[in-house]
């Protein structure tokens, strides 16, 4: 249903046709020095690819290309693992390297999108990935046959080396890897069976880990070019004010400071030799601005315009099955009940940064970005080259969450060093800055209406969302003709990638549209977050009032639903529904469908004299194929973390026009003492079925469960978020 | 001003307000300490002095001395083979990494005071901020690194 990756693959095919594609891959007129550990355009070697996934040199040693960008999902140890599972090398040989944009630019595209998000790293790649390295093995295979003057057919590999067994010869991939790429790439490049997986599907360790435990991985705040100056830069701080002046006298005596620029006409930069200096000197500068019409708005107004949206007559429909609203007239019981969901940031542990060196003749920029070529085009705009002349160099992510699919940050770290043409400047935000000028999880309330008859069974169901669409702001090719976003109907459409839970003999769900000024943009899972705690909530609601266990009032309407139906029994089971683990320990049931994969979890939560406990969650995840376990776990458990750092702790707030929150103080995160037991249970259901994502999907069910538990401890029904300052006393 | 760092004396040339953070970032080239967020919430930038556990974003390096020794993640180990490291590496605890140098030295410094850390110890002591969220590996890092420091 909603694919992110199409519409952005068209939009890219047809500037290809636009600007036409030149010229390789660009030179870099000065030196590395720690930056080069990280940086694949100083590793690269003059060994030629055997082809574009797959590099192996003399020593055997293999590079595998990447182009999806890894922020702590894994997802580069799992492509790789499903190129290697293909090729047959040895693991203990391999390497990843990123490919850059212009790169990409100058071969067609040829390693696809490198936006990661959505979930999509492995699951919309895979295929392309795995026959990238089938087809490398076919002709590396090919070159031994020929040099032996042999049938490749009478040729097999294991590890990397290839024998042919009626003469008990033998060749290394190293040994022949230059000669394999000069090969026609095979047209027919048949993949393996799941089930005979040797490399793939294994909880095998990931490739960057090491380097994270000494100090040696190099992020984006890391780089070190030579002669780099560094940058701090403070914009308006009402989205959609503008800079009217600045006062930098002081400033400019202050020690290291180079240069002090406005930029964009709405931010404020210091260069200095260092970031401290820098941003001690931007404190020192005296700014005026423009604060616009938005310093007019604070959070209770946004509230009522979203108040207004939920009894609005007008509403984009997006998921409609029979006749609601008579099938809840004609019931014995209606319920109603009204959530709503604040806004959010990312608070990447990394703040945002770039590096970039401008010159008139290229640019080049070092970045932690999700978007690799959304931003090679952030960077051509602001550069004012020719996209050949503009590339990026990926280095990895300091998390990323969403935050980083878009790319202001990248545009204002060129635009600065576009003010000392051939020198590179790093652009790091303050945690501030990071706060206050974010896109944020977008905010929305939901007005849920259900019909029971005198058995208890729902007649009927309606959903009213009013609030904000992301892709109106960030994600335009998503809004349709009449103006809808269907990302607004995550995990309650119809069907596809984000298809409803319940088979409902009617349902409604419409959205007001209400955009704020608010900067909205995606957020792990963004719309499922809140749509699966409204609609998991209000189903316990719906049990409760008619009398009815939580789980067998879900499983009646779940028939068609078979991988739903999976994950919430296995949660069920394995978490031991209706037997909490010990006395005054309460149970709370969610499950959802994100990403093409089914997600379930049971919480078992405490609440003692107010305080709430969260001892385990027991989660269930269908992903149809599991590259690797292990990473699926942490993930489960990274998302369970971030699900309830936002729902214990996290909102993001707005007087006159301000985002009022601006570090870990206002904005608190989860620590340790916080995270529950997580017992994860994955389900491959396999078969012919587009695959399911990871990184996101399961951060949508932690949340209802815990809500659900609390609940069932306290009898209080939760329905604004964050939890921090509602009583939970028993009601 | 003069600054022992993993055993070396650096002659460092800063403002004395200047966080110890960003004089080991910035002047010294030891970017496995962090930046997260400048006010000593988030722990990413832990280091030890003297080998307690110091959060260096709101340490001035004016405040300091050549007396006191200061280790920072690369300095924790020859080979990355302290006890917490090779615990980490053993159970996949890092995801993006980016707060894990200050979990690792926060880790470290609870091991020297009480080397057997219980789960409520362990909630008391490690108050780092982890976005990605390895809390669960890294109780179990913390209970692994325990043992493997009494062997």
């Known amino acids: 249903m909603i694919d992110l990756a199409e519409p952005q693959a068209i939009s890219r095919r047809k500037f290809l046709v636009g600007t036409g594609a030149t010229g390789a891959g660009l030179s ?75 790169e990409s630019l100058a071969r067609n595209e040829v390693w696809g999108s490198f936006l990661t998000a959505a979930s999509f790293g492995i699951r919309k790649s895979q295929k392309m990935v795995r026959e990238g390295g089938a087809a490398a093995r076919i002709m590396l295979i090919g070159a031994a046959a020929d040099r032996w003057g042999v049938p490749a057919g009478e040729c097999s590999v294991e590890k990397g080396v290839i024998t042919h067994a009626n003469t008990g010869r033998t060749l290394s991939y190293g040994e022949v890897a230059t000669d394999a790429g000069q090969r026609t790439p095979p047209t027919e490049v048949p993949l393996r069976d799941p089930k005979d ?19 040696s991985q190099i992020y984006g705040v890391d780089i070190k070019l030579d002669g780099m100056l560094s940058a701090s830069i403070k914009a308006c701080p009402v989205w959609g004010g503008t800079l009217v002046s600045f006062n930098a006298d002081a400033a400019n005596q202050m020690p290291g400071v180079r240069k002090i620029v406005a930029i964009d006409g709405n931010a404020v930069a210091v260069i200095a030799d260092t970031w401290w200096r820098a941003n001690r000197a931007l404190e020192a500068v005296e700014i005026e601005w423009d604060l616009g019409e938005n310093a007019n708005t604070s959070s209770s107004d946004i509230d009522n315009v979203l108040n207004e949206g939920l009894d609005a007559t007008e509403a984009f429909v997006g998921n409609s099955v029979g006749d609601a609203d008579a099938a809840i007239a004609e019931a014995a019981q209606v319920v109603t009940s009204t959530y709503d969901y604040p806004y959010q940031a990312h608070a990447t542990m990394e703040p945002m940064n770039a590096t970039a060196i401008w010159t008139p003749e290229n640019c080049n920029v070092w970045a932690p970005t999700q978007n690799g070529q959304g931003a090679h085009a952030a960077a051509v705009e602001a550069a004012g080259l020719k996209p050949e002349q503009v590339d990026i160099t990926k280095v990895h992510l300091g998390g990323g969450f969403g935050r980083r699919q878009s790319n202001d940050w990248l545009r204002q770290a060129v635009l600065i060093a576009k003010e000392l043409p051939g020198t590179p400047v790093k652009l790091i935000y303050t945690r501030e800055e990071d706060l206050t000028q974010s896109m944020y999880h977008p905010v929305t309330k939901a007005r849920m209406t259900a019909g029971l008859d ?49 088979g409902f003999p009617a349902v409604h769900v419409d959205h007001a549209m209400r955009n704020p000024f608010v900067r909205p943009a995606v957020w792990r899972g963004v719309n499922i977050n809140q749509n699966t705690i409204y609609m998991e909530s209000f189903m316990d609601e719906l049990a409760e009032a008619a009398g009815k266990d939580p789980l067998e009032f879900r499983r009646k309407l779940m028939s068609e639903r078979p991988r739903h139906l999976a994950v919430l029994n296995a949660v069920a089971e394995r978490g031991k529904w209706g037997s909490p683990s010990a006395p005054g320990r309460h149970q709370g049931l969610a499950v959802s469908f994100a990403f093409g994969s089914a997600i379930a979890a049971l919480a078992e939560v405490s609440v003692t004299d107010g305080e709430l406990t969260v001892h385990k969650i027991t989660a269930a995840t269908d992903p149809v194929r599991a590259v690797n376990p292990q990473q699926i776990e942490a993930q489960v458990e ?89 009583s939970l006393s028993e009601v | 001003m003069k600054l022992n760092v993993n055993n070396r004396i650096f002659d460092v040339d800063a403002e004395e307000d200047t966080p110890l953070l960003w004089v080991l970032r910035e002047q010294l080239e030891l970017t496995g300490t962090k930046f997260g967020c400048g006010i000593a919430q988030c722990g990413a930038c832990t280091v030890h002095i003297d080998g307690e556990a110091v959060r260096s974003c709101v340490m001035p390096v004016g405040a300091l ?80 690194a325990a043992e493997l420091k009494k062997a």
């Open chain 1, 28 to 102: 870099l007129g000065f030196s590395f020095s720690s930056a080069e550990a990280d940086s694949n355009w100083a590793q690269k070697s003059a060994t030629p690819e055997v082809n574009a996934w797959v590099v192996i040199d003399p020593d055997d040693s293999v590079r595998i290309r990447v182009v999806k960008s890894e922020m702590g999902q894994g997802t580069l140890t799992g492509l790789a693992q499903l190129v290697v599972e293909e090729l047959e090398c040895d693991w203990d040989n391999v390497s990843t390297e990123y490919p850059t944009p212009g």
């Open chain 1, 197 to 215: 997986w040797k490399i793939a599907g294994k909880p095998i360790k990931r490739l960057d880990t090491e380097a994270k435990l000494n100090g």
């Open chain 1, 454 to 502: 005198e058995n208890g069974d729902i007649t009927g169901l309606k959903m009213r969302i009013s609030g904000q669409s992301i892709s109106v702001f960030s994600l335009k090719f998503l809004i349709q003709d009449d103006g809808s976003d269907p990302l607004v109907f995550q995990a309650v459409a119809p069907e596809g990638d984000f298809q409803i839970s319940y």
């Open chain 1, 638 to 726: 990274g998302s369970f973390a971030y699900g309830l750092s936002a729902l214990l702790y996290q909102e993001i707030t707005v007087a006159d026009g301000r985002i009022e929150q601006d570090n870990f103080d206002s904005y608190p995160s989860m620590t340790i003492s916080d995270m529950p037991e997580v017992e994860t249970v994955i389900i491959e259901s396999g078969g012919d079925v587009e695959w399911g994502g990871v990184g996101e999907p399961t951060i949508a069910v932690a949340a209802p469960a815990v809500l659900n538990a609390i609940y069932a401890a306290t009898g209080k029904r939760i329905r604004s978020f964050p939890l921090s300052g509602i």
């Open chain 2, 65 to 144: 001395n050549a007396d006191e020794k200061i280790t920072t993640i690369e300095g924790l180990s020859e080979g990355a083979d302290h006890p917490v490291q090779r615990a980490w590496l053993e159970l996949d605890v890092p995801q993006c990494g980016y707060c894990q140098s200050g979990m690792i030295m926060a880790t470290a410094a609870l091991l020297e005071e009480n080397p057997e850390p219980s789960d409520e110890d362990i909630d008391d002591a490690i108050t780092n901020i982890c976005r990605c969220g390895t809390f669960a590996r890294v109780r179990k890092g913390i209970h692994l």
